[in-house]
């Protein structure tokens, strides 16, 4: 698809995904109305307040006075701290329009939504980019948020891991409605444009760059995830100093998910919770041996991009299956069934560009990269 004809719906899709996130953040201070507990239980009242708070606009918990030179501390000392957050919100709210129109444009030009295969792949593709797209914002807008709570010197690095790690499953109900409209104003667009057909790849090319791809899933799901590794990752860096505590922000960035030895538990229990894992190396699977035959020009870009959706895609997926084995509903209310939804996605967007790099060169290596799309007409070769 021609940028002309991809730009107008990365734009009207980006547009609703940042007026559904501010709609969302907006809604955060009826929460905090008296009878918003009457209405929801006072669990169910936190959490949703927890996934709203980061797209709030007016700081729900406002700072602490403090003094400064040429100041009044007891008129104007909070001031500076609203005009910082102002100054985080307006950044990210305009950092998730970029993001989120930069992903669509790169999806919609080398997965145009037109005809067969391509229409459910650019819809998944672009659902997973919005929690990508919020996951960004927040990380660009957080060093002014921290500053905003008027301790921004006191462990700089923790703090920022908390910050990006809020986005919440917000950004994943907000992309599904976001990624219908795109589509279907992408097929209004794209009508008059000449049919683009499937690429075909060599199976052993296509299924070796697949593999190579979820390996290097694997090795942060599988590797890095394990409670021993997690832990050393996490605890091995000291010293002193505002980047001394790096632990947590590298868990965000590395680690994909968490699980331990079936010492405490059965071992069908432990089988039963490790099935959203296998799941999720699956779909990622599944995802990085189709992308190399919808997209219309095999780059490292698209590729990558690719990677990363099949990747947030496959964790939606597990844990979505978590919600199915959990029990934790009837404790805590149905609300915080969906508290999973939107986690790792730092690590998703880490992994899965490598892995989408990966891809790309073993294509490259194999020749899959270099193969023709099939002639107009003809029968794609299918995928095995």
């Known amino acids: 698809m021609a940028y002309r004809r991809a730009v107008v719906p990365a734009v009207v899709g980006s547009l609703l995904f940042t007026l559904l996130l501010w709609w969302a953040g907006a809604s955060a201070q009826a929460l905090q109305l008296r009878g918003a507990t009457g209405v929801f239980d006072i669990d169910s009242t936190n959490e949703l307040l927890r996934w709203l708070t980061p797209w709030s606009y007016d700081p729900l918990i406002a700072p602490q006075p403090q003094e400064w030179e040429g100041g009044d501390p007891a008129m104007g000392a909070i001031d500076p701290y609203d005009r910082l957050y102002g100054t985080a919100m307006q950044i990210r709210y305009v950092a998730v329009f970029v993001f989120f129109l930069a992903g669509a444009l790169l999806l919609l030009r ?9 229409t459910p792949a650019a819809l998944s593709a672009l659902w997973a980019w919005g929690p990508v797209a919020g996951t960004l914002a927040v990380t660009v807008s957080a060093p002014w948020l921290i500053a905003s709570a008027g301790h921004g010197s006191y462990r700089v690095l923790p703090e920022l891991a908390s910050v990006i790690a809020s986005s919440g499953p917000v950004t994943v109900f907000a992309g599904l409605p976001t990624a219908v409209l795109t589509v279907l104003v992408a097929r ?3 009508k008059g444009a000449d049919p683009l057909p499937l690429r075909t790849v060599p199976p052993r090319a296509g299924r070796l760059a697949a593999g190579v791809g979820t390996a290097v899933v694997a090795l942060s799901l599988v590797v890095l995830s394990y409670e021993s590794v997690a832990a050393r990752i996490q605890t091995s860096f000291g010293g002193a100093g505002l980047l001394s505590e790096p632990g947590d922000l590298l868990r965000q960035w590395l680690l994909l998910g968490g699980w331990a030895g079936p010492s405490t538990t059965t071992l069908g229990d432990w089988l039963l919770y490790r099935i959203p894992e296998v799941l999720t190396l699956a779909v990622v699977w599944w995802g990085l041996r189709l992308l190399p035959t919808l997209l219309t020009r095999i780059t490292v870009p698209a590729t990558a991009a690719g990677a990363v959706c099949a990747t947030v895609l496959g964790l939606m997926a597990s844990q979505v299956l978590h919600m199915a084995i959990d029990d934790t509903g009837a404790v805590w209310g149905p609300v915080h069934l969906f508290s999973r939804l939107g986690s790792g996605v730092p690590a998703a967007l880490t992994f899965g560009t490598a892995a989408g790099i990966a891809a790309f060169l073993t294509l490259r290596w194999t020749g899959g990269a270099t193969a023709e ?12």
Request: cysteine-free; charged content about 25%; overall charge positive.
């Open 373 to 384: 799309p099939a002639v107009p007409g003809a029968v794609p070769t299918r995928v095995k």
């Open 110 to 118: 080398r997965i145009p939504p037109a005809e067969g295969r391509r």
């Open 188 to 190: 209004v667009t794209a």
